[in-house]
Structure formats: C-alpha cells, structure tokens
C-alpha cells in the first residue's frame, strides 16, 4: 500500500475509523528484533516534530475548595478552558499509588498472551470491553493502521473490565469514581462563571447517568516515527477528558494553528475540554484538535478517561447562553448517537462531526 501523502494528513482527509481483526497485536510486532521499518500498513506520512510551551494553564483544584481563592480559581478553569481547551491540573486529590495502580494493572493486561486478548476484540463500536487497533480510512479511500494498541471500557453507568488481571477491576473501580467526582466538579465550576444554576446543568446534561469510558494506549517504540501516528488529529466527544501518561511525552495540541508538546509533571493530569462542553457553552468553552505521536526509543503508555453526559442526554447549546447570546450556534444532538457516528463515520463529507454541528450565519 503507497504512503499517504502530506497532503492528506490533515484531520478533514479522515473519513472513519474501524476496528481490525485482532490477529497479533502491534506489541508482539514491535518486540520483533528484526523489525527495522514500518511495514506499510501503518504508513502515514507526518511531522511529529512540535513547539514547547510555557504558557499551557496550570490549575491548583485544591483551590477550588478554599473560600478565598475559588473565585479566582473558577475564572482560571474558565479562561483556560476558553483560550487554550487543555489544562495541567494539580493538586486534584486523586492519590499517586491509586494512579500508579492503574497504570501497572493496565501494563499487565497489555502483557497478556495475545490467545487471553482476543476475546475481546473490538467487534462493534458499541461493545463495552474491546481492545486491538483501529484502521483508519480517508476520504480518498486510502487507508492505514494506526501504531497503537487499545484497551477500551465502559465503566458508568454500568462497569465492565476484562476478568485479568484481576487487580485491574480493584483499582480502576475507585479511579473511575474519583475521576468522575473530579469531571463534574470542573463542569460546575465552568457553569458556575457562567451563571448556569447546578441543577439546570445536572437535569439537562443527566449527570447522575453520565457516561464515563476508560482507554488504554500503548505506543511501542517505532522505527520511523515520521511514517507512523499513534492517534491522528481528532477532538473527544464529551465534557471533559482526563490523561495520565508513564512518563513519556508524545500528545501534541493545537494552539493558534500551531502544534505544542502537552508537557505535564508527575501526579498531575492533563484535562482537554471536548465537544460536548463547546456545544452546551454555546462555543465559549474549545474543544481543540490533539493528537499522539510516537517515538523510536521508549514505548509510551497513556491512561484516558472520556467524561461525558448521559447517553441518553441530548445536548444543545444552554437556553440561558441562546437567550444571552441571541441565537444557538450548535445543533443540538443526542450524546449517544454523536458518539456513534464519531466512532463509526467521524468525517462526513470531509469534515469534523463538531463543525458539522456549528451552525452558520447564510
């Protein structure tokens, strides 16, 4: 299969990403001693290289909880949330062993034979345990592997983990109930600078059904790493996304039509705001494009959790902000149908589901 040219690299030229038959992970294939390029499935022409910045938000959480300072805090998450749609938080009161349990228990699953893997190879989008890898086609009918191996869960309303390793269920149990306190905290501190009363938020986005899904990435090391992606340009459906990595960088944003290295510190976690949070703040809130790169020295492993509303949720720009603003700038769109033709058709007619949602001045 030929390369993709640069050309078509852009997040536009996507045309959807389906699940392959999971024959033998991307692991057992990078841990290959003879592999010396990337065989041409994977092939996607790219420029990995990115800008460093200093002026990525940092957010202090435990601010929000002290009476002097939360004001300020609320206006920080959403100023950050405005000009950047990526933030550093620190200080969120999830503890770091819960963090390092969950990235050890997820390393062990990716360390099972490939024989225990398969049963739960992805088989449909909407499958609540599912792993492998997706192949990803463009509008111009071109398609490639991305160079990474996934593990998916449904974890709220209902739980579901693979059965090994067995510690796995203990652990992300208790960090997707404290990443889900933590999501809705932050969505109430976005509507409250808003002046979106709580309970108009909890009724309308169904906060107490939201949905919550866990994913695993690992990246091993790749020989060309400037002919491979691990995650091609995208935004997350949701509210908001939280990431932990093991210490190695590889996601890049977009910032001002360029791209920057999302560089974060120990214990802290990387928050993006995704599409679901621009549509519901009628697009005062950026859900911005990010992507993952890899590297040829050391494997990368990223640990997401998509905080969404309800499935069942349809969500649209707040009547208050349509009211305040003359008109709604989004469709509004049930939560669980906009995930589905993300994960099954993400680029209609060459464009990005959220930009199809925009609606434009004639």
């Not at 090994?164 to 269920?169: E, F, S, T």
């Not at 908001?240 to 210490?247: E, P, Q, V």
Request: hydrophobic letters at 35%; one cysteine or more.
């Amino acid at each position: 299969m030929a390369s993709i040219t640069a050309a078509d690299q852009d997040l536009s030229s996507i045309n959807s990403y389906q699940p392959f038959e999971y024959d033998t992970g991307l692991k057992v294939l990078a841990d290959s001693s003879n592999l010396k390029s990337v065989p041409s499935k994977f092939n996607y022409t790219n420029q990995p290289n990115a800008l460093t910045s200093d002026s990525i938000p940092v957010i202090d959480f435990s601010a929000l909880t002290d009476p002097d300072q939360r004001s300020k805090a609320i206006h920080d998450i959403a100023k950050a949330c405005q000009e950047w749609g990526f933030f550093i938080l620190v200080n969120h009161g999830i503890p770091e062993e819960l963090m390092n349990a969950v990235s050890r228990a997820t390393k062990e699953f990716f360390n099972l034979p490939e024989g225990e893997k398969k049963q739960y190879e992805a088989k449909g989008a909407s499958d609540p345990i599912k792993c492998g890898n997706f192949n990803v086609t463009t509008t111009s009918n071109q398609t490639f592997t991305l160079w990474r191996d996934y593990l998916k869960l449904y974890v709220h309303p209902e739980f579901h983990c693979p059965l090994k390793p067995q510690i796995l269920r203990e652990v992300l149990l208790e960090y997707s109930q404290r990443t889900r306190k933590l999501a809705r905290e932050l969505v109430e501190a976005v509507s409250e600078t808003l002046e979106l009363e709580k309970q108009y938020v909890d009724q309308v986005l169904k906060l107490e059904s939201s949905f919550q899904m866990f994913a695993a990435n690992f990246y091993p090391p790749c020989p060309q790493p400037d002919q491979a992606i691990g995650i091609p340009p995208h935004t997350d459906p949701g509210l908001f996304t939280f990431l932990i990595h093991n210490g190695v960088a590889g996601l890049q944003i977009q910032h001002d039509g360029q791209w920057f290295n999302a560089e974060s510190p120990r214990n802290s976690i990387l928050v993006n705001v995704a599409d679901q949070l621009e549509i519901f703040t009628n697009g005062r809130c950026k859900s911005v494009m990010h992507r993952a790169v890899v590297n040829s020295e050391r494997e990368r492993m990223s640990i997401v959790v998509a905080n969404g509303p309800s499935s069942e949720a349809v969500v649209g720009p707040a009547a208050p902000l349509v009211k305040r603003d003359g008109r709604a700038f989004y469709r509004p769109m049930k939560y669980e149908e906009y995930v589905v033709s993300q994960l099954t058709k993400s680029r209609l007619d060459g464009k990005p589901i959220l930009e199809q949602m925009k609606i434009h001045d004639d």
